[in-house]
């Protein structure tokens, strides 16, 4: 009970302060100073009590004493702090805290920390509330911002969750769109090369989800021409082998394609999930011809 009092100690000092009118020789801008020094104090206490929902309201409190003299920067770090805590058990209000440090890092030209932040915002959408709209929307926002500050790889990684979502959602012209910008920032570099056969396989799996083996072969020439290695890769090999199956209408020759390269590079859950939905509409074929 001894730290559970020290906590509502200082926010009880923090209110007091914050509230006062201040003396001749004491200034609004000292007063909420030490009123958000307060306040930071009572937080701390508050998480060793692990009352986290407390802390978080008292960091919120921090923050806007921090707005009310002009510190920015300081007003961004406890809307941080003020986040953490609420990421245990409150993601709204964890969310609605980030959004505020976002407006102070983008007013004073802090844009990289910004997407990290916006990108906590897409996690949390994922993880918790499993809204995949605005974890999307959010991925894109962040890449945005860490590509205009050549965070390049950072950038492209969110642009390439983004283009999953898109995916989930049943957006494959969109997440087609942004698996071809990612493999394009990654042709350059000799790092990153390597990685653009993936983004063209995703890409070529989202044409044959779309029942459109048309685009699905118009765009492996394409990759191919950008890359006159990737034809004689096993994901390109493997996009044509379904394609071929998907235009047959043959089920188990789109199984055994798949089974082969299950073999050799593990399915991970979106090709498993996406691949279910392409094998269900070659039987949607089956049954309407």
Same mark, same amino acid.
């Given at each position: 009970?001894?730290?559970?009092?020290?906590?509502?100690?200082?926010?009880?000092?923090?209110?007091?302060?914050?509230?006062?009118?201040?003396?001749?020789?004491?200034?609004?801008?000292?007063? +909420?100073?030490? *009123? @958000?020094?307060? =306040?930071? $104090?009572?937080?701390?206490?508050?998480?060793?009590?692990?009352? %986290? !929902?407390? #802390?978080?309201?008292?960091?919120?409190?921090?923050?806007?004493?921090?707005?009310?003299?002009?510190?920015?920067?300081?007003?961004?770090?406890?809307?941080?702090?003020?986040?953490?805590?609420?990421?245990?058990?409150?993601?709204?209000?964890?969310?609605?805290?980030?959004?505020?440090?976002?407006?102070?890092?983008?007013?004073?030209?802090?844009?990289?920390?910004?997407?990290?932040?916006?990108?906590?915002?897409?996690?949390?959408?994922?993880?918790?509330?499993?809204?995949?709209?605005?974890?999307?929307?959010? +991925?894109?926002? *962040? @890449?945005?911002? =860490?590509? $205009?500050?050549?965070?390049?790889?950072?950038?492209?990684?969110? %642009? !390439?969750? #983004?283009?999953?979502?898109?995916?989930?959602?049943?957006?494959?012209?969109?997440?087609?769109?942004?698996?071809?910008?990612?493999?394009?920032?990654?042709?350059?570099?000799?790092?990153?090369?390597?990685?653009?056969?993936?983004?063209?396989?995703?890409?070529?799996?989202?044409?044959?989800?779309?029942?459109?083996?048309?685009?699905?072969?118009?765009?492996?020439?394409?990759?191919?021409?950008?890359?006159?290695?990737?034809?004689?890769?096993?994901?390109?090999?493997?996009?044509?082998?379904?394609?071929?199956?998907?235009?047959?209408?043959?089920?188990?020759?789109?199984?055994?394609?798949?089974?082969?390269?299950?073999?050799?590079?593990?399915?991970?859950?979106?090709?498993?999930?996406?691949?279910?939905?392409?094998?269900?509409?070659?039987?949607?074929?089956?049954?309407?011809?």
């Amino acid at each position: 009970m001894a730290e559970k009092s020290a906590a509502r100690g200082y926010l009880q000092k923090a209110d007091k302060k914050a509230q006062s009118s201040g003396g001749w020789f004491t200034s609004s801008s000292t007063k +909420y100073e030490e *009123a @958000g020094d307060l =306040y930071q $104090q009572a937080a701390n206490a508050f998480k060793l009590e692990k009352l %986290f !929902k407390e #802390a978080g309201d008292a960091f919120a409190r921090e923050a806007e004493c921090r707005e009310l003299c002009k510190e920015e920067n300081e007003a961004a770090n406890a809307w941080w702090n003020a986040s953490k805590a609420y990421k245990r058990g409150f993601p709204d209000l964890a969310i609605q805290a980030l959004t505020q440090t976002i407006v102070h890092l983008t007013r004073s030209g802090r844009f990289r920390q910004a997407a990290d932040r916006e990108k906590e915002i897409g996690q949390i959408y994922l993880q918790e509330s499993n809204d995949l709209r605005k974890a999307c929307e959010s +991925y894109v926002r *962040a @890449g945005e911002w =860490y590509a $205009q500050e050549d965070a390049t790889a950072t950038a492209n990684a969110c %642009f !390439k969750d #983004a283009a999953d979502l898109h995916a989930d959602l049943g957006e494959y012209p969109q997440a087609i769109s942004r698996y071809e910008q990612v493999a394009d920032h990654s042709l350059g570099s000799a790092l990153t090369k390597y990685s653009v056969k993936e983004y063209w396989l995703r890409a070529g799996l989202c044409a044959l989800a779309m029942n459109d083996t048309v685009t699905a072969k118009r765009n492996m020439q394409k990759y191919s021409n950008q890359d006159v290695t990737f034809s004689s890769t096993r994901e390109a090999k493997f996009v044509n082998a379904l394609v071929e199956a998907f235009e047959n209408g043959d089920q188990d020759a789109f199984t055994a394609a798949v089974y082969e390269f299950d073999q050799v590079t593990k399915l991970d859950n979106w090709k498993t999930s996406i691949l279910l939905k392409i094998k269900k509409e070659i039987g949607e074929e089956l049954r309407l011809t």
